[in-house]
């Protein structure tokens, strides 16, 4: 019964790799998010959806671009994987409350994302 | 813009020590503030909120913050640590804007309004 599940847990890849990361919610949000933690544990917000709407896209390269089939699902493609790219890789959701205050984010377990 | 900055980067304490934990943002509206917690090698998940009302907010754990709006702080306490505290804790704020020329697409202001900006991180250690 998790609420915000990633898959995989782990990987690992070549530079110049192209690689999925998929993140599903059974929370019933309709917002869901991507959050890159790098090395210094700093995170920063990447995309957000909201009802399959892409609503946030901070500066991220183009090599990234997110896909969301439907509201319960953000997967998270990456192109010409980099160095750089390394990282641990945060699914998130929440419900946007109409004219009330912006509910908490729910985090999935992160996806360890290491380019060799 | 919004920004949140936590002063200290690395906390040693011992068991049954008091912490608290540093959190200030930069935004000119309202917010909403929240912590989060990431125990080694798992995921984030919210300590307390503050959204409006007594500016003292009580978590879980035994966590507290407190909203002092005069200082844009946002400060995290608990009066006793435990071993099991030993995380990275993450301050994070929601500045709520509008947007008059986007008042069409309430959804976009909806979902916009909803980025976290977090701050650096605190990792806390306690020694047994």
């Known amino acids: 019964d998790t609420a915000v599940s990633q898959t995989p847990k782990y990987l690992v890849t070549q530079m110049g790799n192209d690689k999925s990361i998929k993140c599903e919610q059974n929370?019933?949000?309709?917002?869901m998010y991507w959050y890159k933690q790098d090395s210094k544990k700093f995170l920063k917000i990447m995309f957000s959806?909201?009802?399959?709407?892409?609503?946030i896209n901070e500066t991220v390269p183009n090599r990234f671009s997110p896909k969301s089939p439907d509201k319960a699902h953000l997967n998270l493609h990456i192109n010409s994987l980099e160095l750089g790219d390394s990282a641990v890789y945060f699914c998130?959701?929440?419900?946007?409350?109409?004219?009330?205050?912006?509910?908490?984010?729910?985090f999935g377990p992160g996806t360890r994302l290491t380019v060799l | 813009a919004q920004s949140v900055s936590q002063h200290n980067h690395h906390v040693i304490l011992s068991e049954a020590a008091s912490l608290e934990l540093g959190c200030n943002y930069s935004?000119?509206?309202?917010?909403?503030l929240f912590w989060y917690v990431q125990y080694p090698g798992q995921h984030l998940q919210l300590l307390l909120k503050?959204?409006?009302?007594?500016?003292l907010v009580k978590g879980i754990k035994g966590f507290e913050a407190e909203f002092i709006k005069s200082k844009f702080s946002f400060n995290l306490r608990k009066p006793s640590v435990q071993w099991s505290d030993t995380a990275e804790y993450f301050c994070?704020?929601?500045?709520?804007?509008?947007?008059?020329?986007?008042?069409?697409?309430?959804?976009?202001?909806?979902?916009?309004?909803?980025?976290?900006?977090f701050g650096g991180g605190t990792r806390v250690l306690v020694k047994p």
């Open positions: 998130a959701s929440s419900q946007v409350v109409a004219g009330g205050p912006y509910n908490e984010q729910f």
């Open positions: 929370l019933g949000h309709d917002t």
């Open positions: 959806y909201n009802n399959k709407e892409l609503i």
């Open positions: 935004y000119g509206g309202t917010v909403n």
């Open positions: 503050y959204f409006s009302g007594d500016p």
């Open positions: 994070a704020v929601n500045g709520i804007r509008l947007q008059a020329q986007l008042w069409s697409r309430i959804t976009s202001i909806k979902a916009a309004g909803n980025k976290l900006t």
